[in-house]
């Protein structure tokens, strides 16, 4: 059954391509709350916004949604913390960066999560920030030697938590002991109420062969961008890297789609914020084929390549990155709410029919 998960705003809703009209969501740059909340007690805030974009992605069948890091946007785990309380089968994926704690606070944490989710906790790390970015929060730790850290990390942040499974291995006492070149742990582990819970599912990025190398040994998904030279480059060094660790990683795609019930309607939606954006050259300059629009990131997403085109079109190359090995698919669109109604509707049973359409025992158990 191929994933769907929906990625949240960190930053308003993104109805406008220029960010001064952002205003959406609560976070125009110009903007006071006053111009984008009611005021009067009681009444719609931005962290209401957020939450009826969470609970449409489980109203409309999605599997998950991410809460991206973002250091001029909404904490993750605050954004995760609270999707989790307001969902019932959606898993959530926080996104954050190493240095965000120790792995024995991060773990810990997210224990806490787990038990209060019944496990519906993903992690994602975002091993290769910005360098400025990185020493405005305090954190020199730069180049490869990042890697280097993310893979202490993880190995500390599963050591704890699976501590009497460690100790049973041989390991000194009755706790996870570590000794590395950025943790140090003595008799570290979790027990009574946060013990025996499933560990979050690992996700981690990235093309460098640093990155690849640390997702073959460490991770459990490996969340690609679409590249105008295509993923499959990528997608065959991670396997041959997880094979001779004797590991199997799962890939997903991140793509922002503009889908609508014809090509002429989804290219208008781009015409129209391409032409507010005042760009000199046409939008179709930046098409790539098969759909694929390489001009997402000046409508303000995170991602430079997505897919645009009719439902059935980009069903079509949705289904085609699937047969290319990819397991889910991390999906963005603008505005938020409107569009993950769009493609729960239209979109998501037609790349993956037999795991979105109920047949009669599913119906009869649910």
Request: glycine residues 12%; negative net charge; aromatic residues 8%.
């Given at each position: 059954m191929t994933?769907?998960?929906w990625r949240l705003p960190s930053?308003g809703?993104?109805r406008?391509?220029?960010?001064q009209?952002?205003g959406r969501g609560g976070?125009?740059?110009q903007?006071a709350?006053?111009?984008?909340t009611?005021?009067?007690?009681g009444?719609f805030?931005?962290?209401d916004?957020?939450a009826?974009i969470?609970?449409?992605?489980?109203?409309n069948?999605?599997?998950?949604v991410l809460a991206p890091y973002d250091?001029?946007?909404?904490?993750?785990?605050?954004?995760?913390g609270?999707?989790?309380?307001?969902t019932r089968?959606?898993?959530?994926t926080?996104?954050?960066?190493p240095?965000?704690g120790t792995p024995?606070?991060?773990?810990?944490?997210?224990a806490t999560?787990q038990?209060h989710?019944?496990?519906?906790?993903n992690w994602?790390?975002a091993?290769?920030t910005?360098p400025?970015?990185?020493?405005?929060?305090g954190?020199?730790v730069?180049?490869e030697e990042r890697?280097e850290?993310?893979a202490e990390f993880?190995t500390?942040?599963?050591?704890?938590?699976?501590e009497n499974e460690i100790?049973a291995?041989?390991?000194?006492?009755t706790?996870?002991?570590?000794?590395?070149?950025?943790?140090d742990?003595?008799?570290?582990?979790?027990?009574g109420?946060?013990?025996g819970?499933?560990?979050?599912?690992?996700?981690?990025?990235?093309?460098s062969?640093a990155?690849?190398?640390?997702?073959?040994?460490?991770?459990?998904?490996h969340v690609?961008t679409?590249?105008?030279?295509g993923?499959s480059?990528a997608?065959?060094?991670?396997?041959?890297?997880?094979a001779?660790a004797g590991r199997?990683v799962?890939?997903?795609?991140?793509?922002?789609?503009i889908?609508?019930?014809?090509?002429?309607?989804?290219?208008?939606?781009?015409?129209?914020q391409?032409a507010e954006?005042?760009?000199p050259?046409?939008?179709t300059?930046?098409a790539l084929?098969?759909?694929?629009?390489a001009?997402?990131?000046?409508?303000?997403?995170?991602?430079?390549?997505?897919?645009?085109g009719?439902?059935?079109?980009?069903?079509r190359q949705?289904?085609?990155?699937?047969?290319?090995?990819v397991h889910s698919f991390?999906?963005?669109?603008?505005p938020?709410?409107?569009?993950i109604?769009r493609?729960g509707?239209h979109?998501?049973?037609?790349?993956?029919?037999?795991g979105?359409?109920?047949?009669?025992a599913?119906?009869v158990?649910?």
């Amino acid at each position: 059954m191929t994933e769907f998960h929906w990625r949240l705003p960190s930053r308003g809703d993104g109805r406008r391509a220029r960010p001064q009209l952002r205003g959406r969501g609560g976070f125009g740059p110009q903007a006071a709350l006053t111009e984008t909340t009611d005021v009067r007690p009681g009444r719609f805030g931005p962290f209401d916004e957020l939450a009826q974009i969470v609970d449409a992605a489980e109203l409309n069948g999605f599997d998950g949604v991410l809460a991206p890091y973002d250091p001029l946007g909404e904490e993750s785990w605050i954004v995760a913390g609270a999707a989790l309380r307001a969902t019932r089968y959606t898993r959530v994926t926080v996104e954050f960066q190493p240095a965000f704690g120790t792995p024995v606070y991060a773990a810990k944490v997210s224990a806490t999560l787990q038990r209060h989710s019944a496990g519906r906790l993903n992690w994602r790390l975002a091993v290769d920030t910005d360098p400025a970015e990185a020493r405005s929060r305090g954190d020199l730790v730069a180049g490869e030697e990042r890697y280097e850290r993310a893979a202490e990390f993880l190995t500390v942040a599963r050591g704890v938590w699976n501590e009497n499974e460690i100790g049973a291995a041989g390991f000194a006492g009755t706790g996870f002991e570590y000794a590395g070149r950025y943790y140090d742990v003595i008799d570290g582990g979790f027990r009574g109420i946060l013990s025996g819970l499933p560990f979050p599912t690992v996700h981690l990025s990235g093309t460098s062969p640093a990155a690849l190398a640390l997702s073959a040994a460490h991770g459990d998904v490996h969340v690609l961008t679409e590249q105008p030279d295509g993923i499959s480059r990528a997608t065959a060094e991670l396997g041959e890297r997880a094979a001779a660790a004797g590991r199997r990683v799962r890939i997903a795609l991140e793509l922002p789609v503009i889908a609508r019930e014809t090509e002429d309607e989804a290219w208008a939606r781009v015409h129209r914020q391409w032409a507010e954006l005042g760009r000199p050259e046409p939008a179709t300059e930046h098409a790539l084929g098969d759909g694929r629009w390489a001009g997402f990131d000046a409508l303000g997403y995170d991602q430079r390549i997505g897919l645009v085109g009719s439902y059935e079109q980009v069903a079509r190359q949705l289904s085609v990155y699937e047969l290319a090995g990819v397991h889910s698919f991390v999906l963005s669109g603008h505005p938020n709410i409107e569009e993950i109604h769009r493609a729960g509707e239209h979109l998501l049973f037609r790349v993956d029919p037999a795991g979105r359409t109920l047949t009669t025992a599913q119906e009869v158990s649910a």
